[in-house]
């Protein structure tokens, strides 16, 4: 197997079908090492890294997308963002989660319970962003990333995302495919489609076994005369946090621990909850941020 991870594109030759296909092990198990995640917010923040890779690679240059999902439970918030150019990043709001699993299965849809999707396309410096949410079909982020494209874009798709965590909560297989019908497709292509998805071995075994994303493809579309699009870039697990940032969200400790831990005297060093790198804060920085805050307390 190729060391190189990257999401392959492809088109059917009479244009009316498009994919897209990753193997995101290595970037997954990244997020889950540099979280030390546990295996329910792995899966989540997994499927929804490889969701964002998948819908990124058909952006244009320098173009972002992001999945947020909001749920009624335990997980609560799943959040994944990745670039037309291959870089992803992924965190929920409780990354250390632990559910029963049944059947070794990890189940999904219980840890989110029903709530909202939101896909978010960034556009370069100066575009507004483009923001579609939909409720949630299932809640196993697949389906509802489908019911989203059908809702926001009037797009026929098969999502099928795929994790897996060995005993340990170690990833040993991620990854997905995306394929969407395009104006002009026939009953039959459907059809033929639709045939393949009923017979396809869930995507996580299927890397388990050695497949590519090419593999992945030909499982899904092996009916089909395909054209693979150029798309050469290395998905990578790339964190653009700054120390900007991370004072911003260190002033929503609000005034009265700021105060407290300013009367202190002491730095306050901090992690980025995305990638771990850490950020010391000194006693000056934090009157700063509580200036900014009480600014906007007034307000
Ligand atoms: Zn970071």
Redesign the pocket.
């Known amino acids: 197997m190729s060391s190189v991870e990257r999401v392959h594109k492809y088109l059917t030759k009479d244009l009316t079908v498009r994919a897209a296909a990753v193997v995101a092990t290595r970037v997954v198990e990244e997020m889950q090492a540099t979280q030390n995640s546990f295996p329910i917010s792995t899966v989540a923040v997994g499927r929804s890294m490889v969701a964002s890779l998948l819908m990124a690679s058909h952006l244009k240059n320098k173009q972002e997308l992001s999945v947020f999902i909001q749920g009624s439970g335990p997980l609560s918030q799943v959040f994944a963002e990745a670039s037309f150019e291959g870089k992803v990043?992924g965190v929920s709001s409780h990354p250390h989660l632990e559910m029963p699993i049944e059947h070794e299965k990890i189940l999904v849809a219980p840890a989110i319970g029903i709530g909202l999707l939101t896909i978010t396309h960034h556009l370069p410096i100066g575009g507004a962003p483009h923001r579609g949410t939909v409720e949630l079909a299932t809640s196993e982020i697949g389906d509802d990333i489908a019911y989203y494209l059908q809702q926001s874009h009037q797009i026929g798709s098969v999502v099928s995302l795929g994790v897996h965590v060995n005993t340990f909560g170690k990833v040993e297989a991620a990854g997905g495919i995306l394929i969407e019908l395009m104006p002009g497709h026939t009953e039959e292509t459907v059809n033929a489609i639709e045939a393949r998805v009923k017979k396809a071995k869930p995507i996580s075994t299927r890397i388990l076994e050695g497949a590519t994303a090419e593999d992945l493809i030909k499982d899904y579309l092996g009916d089909f005369e395909l054209i693979e699009m150029d798309h050469n870039y290395p998905i990578e697990y790339s964190?653009?946090?700054t120390a900007e940032?991370?004072k911003r969200s260190v002033g929503l400790l609000g005034l009265e621990e700021l105060d407290s831990t300013i009367s202190k005297a002491e730095e306050l060093e901090v992690?980025?909850?995305?990638?771990?790198?850490r950020y010391v804060l000194t006693v000056d920085d934090l009157k700063e941020v509580r200036a900014e805050v009480y600014k906007q307390s007034l307000n």
């Open positions: 990043r964190c653009r946090c940032r991370v992690s980025c909850e995305f990638c771990g790198r």
